[in-house]
Nanobody, 113 residues
Framework: VQLQASGGGLVQPGGFLRLSCAAS????????LGWFRQAPGKQRDMVAT???????NYADSVKGRFTISRDNDKKMVYLQMNSLKPEDTAVYYC????????WGQGTLVTVSS
């Protein structure tokens, strides 16, 4: 499975961004997709995941602000991020699970005025 993430950038606090991730390869084996993030000096943490049945799961810190969605026809997963805060600054990684963890290359999100 190959994952290509895009959509990161610099945004002011309170702003929004939409991350996209394109999946290719053995995608029929994927049962969960999601996003993780890693801030400087910190571990990589789950942000949001979504099952093949479209059931989302969110970290408490992003509930009510972020929305994960997937488009199986387009082989894409998205993360809509609203009301961004400086503490959301991190490298965001696309993730796919098919019995093993698969990672994209990461896209940097910086929330700063």
């Amino acid at each position: 499975v190959q994952l290509q993430a895009s959509g990161g950038g610099l945004v002011q606090p309170g702003g929004f961004l939409r991350l996209s991730c394109a999946a290719s390869g053995s995608i029929s084996s994927i049962n969960r997709l999601g996003w993780f993030r890693q801030a400087p000096g910190k571990q990589r943490d789950m942000v949001a995941t979504i099952t093949s049945g479209d059931r989302p799961n969110y970290a408490d810190s992003v509930k009510g602000r972020f929305t994960i969605s997937r488009d199986n026809d387009k082989k894409m997963v998205y993360l809509q991020m609203n009301s961004l805060k400086p503490e959301d600054t991190a490298v965001y990684y696309c993730w796919a699970f098919n019995g093993r963890n698969n990672w994209g290359q990461g896209t940097l999100v910086t929330v700063s005025s």
